[in-house]
Structure formats: C-alpha cells, structure tokens
C-alpha cells in the first residue's frame, strides 16, 4: 500500500517535496516513480528511481529530485523552481523487475498511491 502527501498550493518559482510512504515490501526491492495527471489527460512520467539509478522526464530535470529512504521506506520527490505547468494530481507507484525501457509507462507498475493535488500559481 502507497500513501502520498506533501501537495498543496504554492507559488511559480517555489518548492515543495511529496512524500511516498509504503507499508510492506521494501522501496529498496522495487522500481519507484512518480506520475502526474491532469483532467483529461493520462498520467504522465515524471521521475523514478531504480536501485540506486534515478530517471526524470525532460520538462522536471533540474528541476525535481527523486529520492529514497531505505530505512523510513519513504520515496520523496523534491520539486523546485515550480511552473504553473507542474500543476497536477501526482502520484506515486512502484512496480517490480521493470527493465529501463518501461520505466517511463504508467501501465508498467502494479501498485498505486492515492495522488496528491500540486497547484502552482502564477
């Protein structure tokens, strides 16, 4: 089971880290992303970590980190330098021996946190 917080409402340009706490198997043992959506839209990738390897789309990279807590089993997304764009349900998933290529495919992970509504205002 997945649990997602951290969204709220913040201004472009600032920051907020999400938070993804899981009860069970370890993150350690799995494939980690973060995924946003928009109405109307399907979840789109934003970062994931694999081991110790972490994969971010274009439009976060430099912006946004993705990081784990092996000990906590928290998965944290930092997000910086926030763009109206960046406005959206995020969610965490995570999903077991997923080769580089599927990283980036929401339909490739199993397991699925609740979403936390990010709103960047301009």
């Known amino acids: 089971q997945l649990q997602a917080s951290g969204g709220g409402l913040v201004q472009a340009g600032g920051s907020l880290r999400l938070s993804c706490l899981a009860s069970g198997r370890p993150f350690s043992s799995l494939s980690t992303a973060w995924f946003r959506q928009t109405p109307g839209k399907g979840r789109e990738f934003v970062a994931a970590?694999?081991?110790?390897?972490?994969y971010y789309a274009s439009s976060v990279e430099g912006r946004f980190t993705i990081s784990r807590d092996n000990v906590e089993n928290m998965v944290y997304l930092q997000m910086n330098s926030l763009f109206p764009e960046d406005t959206a349900v995020y969610y965490c998933?995570?999903?077991?021996?997923?080769?580089?290529?599927?990283?980036?495919?929401?339909?490739?992970?199993?397991?699925w946190g609740q979403g936390t509504l990010v709103t960047v205002s301009s």
């Open positions: 970590i694999r081991r110790t390897t972490k």
């Open positions: 998933a995570t999903g077991s021996n997923l080769i580089t290529s599927s990283l980036r495919s929401a339909n490739m992970y199993h397991y």
